[in-house]
């Protein structure tokens, strides 16, 4: 089983909408999960962290974390095509006792006009 | 301007020759670290370092070589003994100075390498 798991999509959406893009983690003592957009031959930029249950919004963006079930996942509201992306989700492993960070294989999205 | 910088923004090597590949930060950031992304996987951790003169392995460490004699300075080469290193290299920084776990990483733009 991979340690931090993610659809790799296409997940297409029209511009307007909600993108809902979701990743799953092995280690049930992370601590700490992060999200990194990145757009084709770039690389990663930090949209949004969380380390708590529930909901942190920021902007367009919210990050839903639920270490019980141990998902996270990142909501696009007002979906655009500048949104088209690969999204990496990130988790910090070992009960937080180091500052690596596992990532998912990422989650190409396609909003369309 | 604060930030990251890698260079070559593009390598081209031969086989049997080491490059070694620059990565600087004047973000006063304890740590640097060195990821490899080939196409459709995730990012793997090569090598990290916590502090200047200090450096331990990550995941894919064979194959590398690293040095941390400077703050800002985290170059990375890539030896002959790295069989397939055609990959997209990241390198990335965090403060590292207070709880591990809300440690944020921040990156560099990119080297590509290819091997001829």
């Known amino acids: 089983q991979k340690e931090v798991e993610q659809n790799s999509g296409p997940l297409s959406v029209p511009e307007g909408a909600i993108a809902s893009l979701n990743c799953t983690y092995s280690d049930r003592g992370s601590q700490s999960f992060f999200w990194y957009r990145q757009y084709s031959g770039k690389s990663p930029e930090l949209i949004m962290f969380i380390y708590s249950n529930g909901d942190k919004e920021d902007g367009r963006f919210t990050a839903q974390l639920n270490k019980a079930s141990q998902y996270v996942s990142l909501l696009i509201r007002d979906s655009q095509p500048s949104d088209s992306a690969t999204y990496l989700c990130a988790v910090n492993p070992s009960g937080g006792a180091t500052n690596k960070l596992i990532f998912g294989t990422g989650t190409l999205l396609a909003v369309q006009p | 301007d604060g930030g990251i910088t890698q260079s070559p923004k593009y390598l081209f090597r031969k086989e049997g020759q080491n490059v070694t590949l620059s990565c600087e930060q004047n973000?006063?950031?304890?740590?640097m670290y060195w990821y490899r992304q080939d196409p459709g996987q995730g990012l793997r951790l090569i090598y990290y370092s916590q502090i200047v003169n200090d450096f331990q392995k990550g995941d894919i460490a064979e194959g590398y070589s690293v040095s941390r004699e400077k703050k800002e300075s985290f170059p990375l080469t890539v030896t002959s003994a790295q069989k397939n290193p055609t990959a997209f290299y990241l390198c990335a920084s965090s403060i590292a100075r207070y709880r591990p776990s809300t440690d944020t990483q921040y990156f560099g733009p990119g080297t590509r390498l290819t091997v001829l």
């Open positions: 973000l006063n950031h304890d740590a």
